[in-house]
């Protein structure tokens, strides 16, 4: 019956691949399962080095995982675009689900007590007008029964996009870009931090620091995927 019904939905109203553009068949869901086969995952291997490269040296994350890597002008590429600029809350629970389904023996083992997004400075946040991070956090939280909350952190800073930093630029970009927000006890809790892509590692790092000092007993990492 329900079937029927979004076929029925699809027949006035199609619905397109957030990745290729293809029109979905009625059990699919914002990618299609070709455009969903061709994103790399990022294997153990990779994770571990990137983890020893990243965080290791700092005592800040406990520990951290991505699923996928991520590559230009590829699937996921425009997969996360589409969750910035166009479809957000589908795509992102979406996005959640699939790590939730991936991800739920590591995450379970680590016994999260709250999922925080990375959060978007106010004015980034009102250019957007939302954060694209909140949206995957959901789609998380809501599979593995985690709370998700936006009240711990916020960020103070305003900064410019990254992507032509380099590591030591970024380092300096991100430094004292968070804070947390008063009255809210995170004594003895175990966090998951989230973002949609980890490239250096430096956002996470910061967050973490202010986390561990508002009294956190653990921080861990999660992302979609990981970049070089
Ligand atoms: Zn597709």
């Keep these: 019956m329900l079937k029927a019904v979004t076929a029925f939905g699809d027949f006035f109203l199609p619905r397109f691949c957030s990745s290729c553009n293809g029109k979905l068949q009625p059990a ?4 299609c399962p070709a455009c969903l086969s061709k994103i790399k995952f990022a294997e153990d291997e990779r994770i571990r080095s990137e983890f020893k490269r990243k965080f290791a040296s700092n005592n800040i994350i406990t520990d951290f995982i991505s699923l996928y890597v991520f590559e230009k002008d590829k699937e996921l590429q425009h997969i996360i ?3 910035k600029y166009s479809n957000r809350f589908l795509t992102g629970k979406f996005l959640g689900s699939v790590l ?3 991800l739920k023996k590591v995450i379970s083992g ?3 007590d709250v999922l925080i997004p990375v959060p978007l400075h106010q004015l980034k946040k009102a250019e957007r007008g939302y954060n694209q991070s909140f949206y995957i956090a959901k789609g998380l939280g809501n599979s593995l029964k985690i709370p998700v909350s936006e009240r711990f952190i916020r ?3 305003y ?4 992507t032509t930093m380099t590591l030591k630029e970024r380092q300096e970009n991100i430094e004292g870009a968070f804070k947390a927000k008063r009255k809210l006890n995170l ?7 989230l973002d949609d892509v980890i490239t250096t590692g430096s956002t996470i790092l910061e967050c973490g620091k202010v986390l561990l000092k508002a ?9 979609v995927a990981i970049a070089d």
Excluded at 187 to 193: Q, R, T
Excluded at 215 to 223: E, P, R
């Design 28 to 31: 699919e869901t914002v990618v």
């Design 81 to 83: 675009h589409s969750l």
């Design 100 to 102: 939730s389904v991936h």
């Design 110 to 112: 680590w016994k999260i």
């Design 155 to 157: 960020r103070k800073k």
């Design 159 to 162: 900064t410019q996009s990254q």
């Design 187 to 193: 004594d003895g809790k175990n966090i998951l931090l």
């Design 215 to 223: 009294g956190a007993n653990k921080v861990y990492a999660v992302s």
